[in-house]
């Protein structure tokens, strides 16, 4: 079996910091392209950033230079500090990951819940 495990939303005040992470374990053979996306109430989701296995990223305008994802391959495990956090930013972050659990196998992408980020003084 796979899980993953999302963490890091909660209350922050504006212009704080906080750091999601999102951690997978079990029978995974390998880890791909993993991201993070965003849901606002009443709003599309968005991508906030992702990055491949090689560690090559992308992000939103929106966060550029307040944000660096990162993972960490051997722990199977994705990190998004993200800093100087404003009124736009609170929505439901959601983590992606694309992942094999046998090689030559199907490509299965994993959406997580969403740990919530509000910003409130």
């Known amino acids: 079996q796979v899980h993953f495990v999302e963490s890091g939303g909660g209350l922050v005040q504006p212009g704080g910091s906080l750091r999601l992470s999102c951690a997978a374990s079990?029978?995974?053979?390998?880890?791909?392209?993993m991201g993070w996306y965003r849901q606002a109430p009443g709003k599309q989701r968005e991508l906030v950033a992702t990055?491949?296995?090689?560690?090559?990223?992308n992000y939103a305008d929106a966060v550029k230079g307040r944000s660096t994802i990162s993972r960490d391959n051997a722990a199977k495990t994705m990190y998004l500090p993200m800093n100087s956090l404003k009124p736009d930013d609170p929505a439901v972050y959601y983590c992606?990951?694309?992942?094999?659990?046998?090689?030559?196998?199907?490509?299965?992408?994993?959406w997580g819940q969403g740990p919530q980020v509000t910003v409130s003084s």
């Open positions: 992606n990951a694309n992942y094999r659990t046998r090689i030559a196998g199907p490509v299965y992408s994993y």
């Open positions: 079990g029978n995974i053979c390998s880890i791909y392209a």
């Open positions: 990055i491949t296995s090689g560690g090559a990223t």
